[in-house]
């Protein structure tokens, strides 16, 4: 990365912890880039300072100042960008401590009066832990959050067999013959982990959504509800 520093002088300088230490001058640019370093470039949300967010914050404020603002010059392709540099420690710990108890509520939600949870909240959940480990790979919760998704998922298998089985005859000639071999893939959703649930599109995610909550409700499919059945085809949409 190529600087360009101008000229210009910030008097009142103080840095963190040097509380002894009277405020001092230092050039513009080494000014906002050591404010920034102290967290007033980290990330309002996360807390994390990263060479991007501290760019955008140094060229912000020279050009309050009204001076040229920094040069640099970054291979397209390095994401050197995207490298994370300090943290601003109470935002941080915050947004961490936020992430775990939002995990923890969401793995509570159910579907109905059953005792399996609600695929959405689930992956919801998996979405948090994945930002999660994104920000603290070593963080201890996050193989109980990955256990609890993993557990709460194995709970459909029994329920999602069962149910493939009771609307074979009625249900999925009907199904295959609207939606493709849609009725056959539902197997491969019987057995889902955290790593497939987090992997899943928009698209996926809707399909499983109603077939588990049919699942849940243990609704069988007959020729006196036949109705339903084009709901749920329409559901699956």
């Not at 947004?95 to 919801?124: A, V």
């Not at 994945?130 to 996050?142: P, R």
Request: with cysteine; proline share 2%; hydrophobic share 35%.
């Amino acid at each position: 990365m190529n600087l360009i520093v101008f000229l210009g002088k910030k008097n009142n300088c103080k840095h963190l912890g040097d509380d002894n230490i009277l405020p001092h001058s230092h050039g513009i640019f080494s000014y906002y880039l050591i404010e920034g370093l102290d967290g007033k470039a980290a990330d309002q949300e996360n807390g994390i300072i990263t060479i991007d967010g501290l760019r955008k914050y140094i060229e912000n404020k020279m050009r309050e100042e009204g001076k040229q603002r920094p040069i640099y010059s970054v291979e397209s392709a390095s994401q050197i960008e995207n490298i994370k540099l300090a943290i601003s420690q109470d935002t941080y710990t915050n947004k961490i401590n936020d992430l775990i108890k939002t995990s923890d509520y969401l793995y509570t939600i159910k579907i109905g009066n059953t005792n399996l949870n609600d695929i959405q909240s689930l992956w919801e959940m998996a979405k948090k832990v994945a930002e999660l480990i994104d920000m603290d790979s070593n963080n201890k919760e996050i193989s109980r959050l990955r256990k609890n998704i993993d557990n709460a998922l194995d709970q459909y298998n029994g329920p999602t067999e069962n149910w493939l089985k009771d609307n074979t005859n009625f249900a999925r000639p009907r199904i295959n013959k609207l939606k493709g071999d849609m009725y056959d893939s539902f197997w491969q959703m019987t057995y889902l982990s955290f790593d497939d649930l987090i992997k899943l599109n928009q698209s996926n995610l809707n399909i499983l959504i109603a077939l588990f909550r049919h699942v849940a409700n243990n609704v069988i499919f007959t020729e006196n509800n036949e109705r339903d059945l084009k709901r749920f085809l329409g559901q699956l949409g």
